[in-house]
T-cell receptor, first 114, second 115 residues
């Protein structure tokens, strides 16, 4: 069974569109994250959610909004997509505060904005 | 600002040799460090971690060394195999009030194993 899964794996869309990426974890973790990896492989935290509360919101545009319907899911919604949003987006999860902090990553979603 | 960085972007080693990947960090408050391996087209995969109250930790074929005096972290891979070819990231989880922090990643080192 996949621990952290993301859909879709590839997403190609035009500028100005709105899209969503879904993430699910079956590890029973309390905290989930979204990371962005650019073309130079640099990984940067975007958001984290702990028990459905936003813990971190790095300086990302408000066009990006995480939504967590329950502890096992953290979806990423992106409005008015721009060329610069093209990247690979990774979902991750961990036990959260007081835990080991080891984060388990999903396979990634490669977003291409044309 | 605070950052985690790597000394070399690419490291090429012969199959069977030992590899050492280095990482410098600047946040003296960091208390947890992790090494991840990322193969092409996949997400980062946990390799080994170490807390700031330790200076060495060993896993299967891997060893992480932490030198808090000079803020240096290294990953040693023994008897490298073709499957070790990947990009390796060091990351730190600096403490904050919330506790549920994301990781700050270094830039990555591409390890190439030559036959």
């Amino acid at each position: 069974d996949t621990a952290v899964s993301q859909t879709p794996k590839y997403l190609v869309t035009q500028m100005g569109n709105d899209k969503s990426i879904k993430c699910e974890q079956n590890l029973g973790h309390d905290t989930m994250y979204w990371y962005k990896q650019d073309s130079k492989k640099f990984l940067k935290i975007m958001f984290s959610y702990n028990n459905k509360e936003l813990i971190i919101n790095e300086t990302v545009p408000n066009r990006f909004s995480p939504k967590s319907p329950d502890k096992a899911h953290l979806n990423l919604h992106i409005n008015s997509l721009e060329l610069g949003d093209s990247a690979v987006y990774f979902c991750a999860s961990s036990h959260g505060p007081g835990g080991t902090y080891e984060q388990y990553f999903g396979p990634g979603t490669r977003l291409t904005v044309t | 600002g605070e950052s985690v960085g790597l000394h070399l972007p690419t490291l090429s080693v012969q199959e069977g040799d030992n590899s050492i990947i280095n990482c410098a960090y600047s946040n003296s408050a960091s208390d947890y460090f992790i090494w991840y391996k990322q193969e092409s087209g996949k997400g980062p995969q946990f390799i080994i971690d170490i807390r700031s109250n330790m200076d060495k930790r060993q896993g299967q074929r891997v060893t992480v060394l932490l030198n808090k005096t000079v803020k240096h972290l290294s990953l040693q891979i023994a008897a490298t195999q073709p499957g070790d070819s990947a990009v390796y990231f060091c990351a730190e989880n600096s403490p904050s009030g919330g506790g549920a922090d994301g990781l700050t990643f270094g830039k990555g080192t591409h390890l190439i194993i030559q036959p």
